[in-house]
């Protein structure tokens, strides 16, 4: 192990948590536009192909070459992922009310 290999184990999970928030972050935003527009197909197609090509070309670049750099990069995502469930979801739990209709299956 050389003298930068922890700086660069450090760096490639720093950037697979970027990756990770690019990746999750850029899916919120999506489902977000793609609700109210008349192109949901588009939207959801061009944003996996992009999110896919940043992700992969990512991983790739950060890894080069070393398995240890890439299961940390790896790492990094799922903690991206986490770290963008954690700031989108909703403030109050339960903000819809509840009738008796809705109360029960038909």
């Known amino acids: 192990m050389g003298v930068n290999e922890p700086l660069n184990l450090?760096?490639?999970l720093a950037m697979g948590i970027l990756l990770g928030t690019m990746f999750?972050?850029?899916?919120?935003?999506?489902?977000?536009?793609a609700v109210s527009s008349r192109r949901v197909a588009l939207w959801f197609a061009g944003?996996?192909?992009?999110r896919m090509g940043l992700a992969l070309a990512?991983?790739?670049?950060?890894?080069?070459?070393?398995?240890?750099?890439?299961?940390?990069?790896?790492l990094g995502l799922v903690l991206g992922r986490l770290a963008v469930t954690w700031?989108?979801?909703p403030l109050e739990p339960n903000t819809v009310a509840q009738t008796p209709e809705s109360s029960h299956a038909p």
């Open 10 to 12: 450090a760096l490639a």
């Open 24 to 33: 999750y972050g850029g899916l919120w935003w999506t489902v977000r536009r």
């Open 58 to 74: 990512g991983l790739y670049f950060v890894a080069g070459g070393h398995w240890q750099r890439l299961l940390l990069c790896l």
């Open 87 to 89: 700031l989108t979801r």
């Open 47 to 50: 944003s996996l192909l992009l």
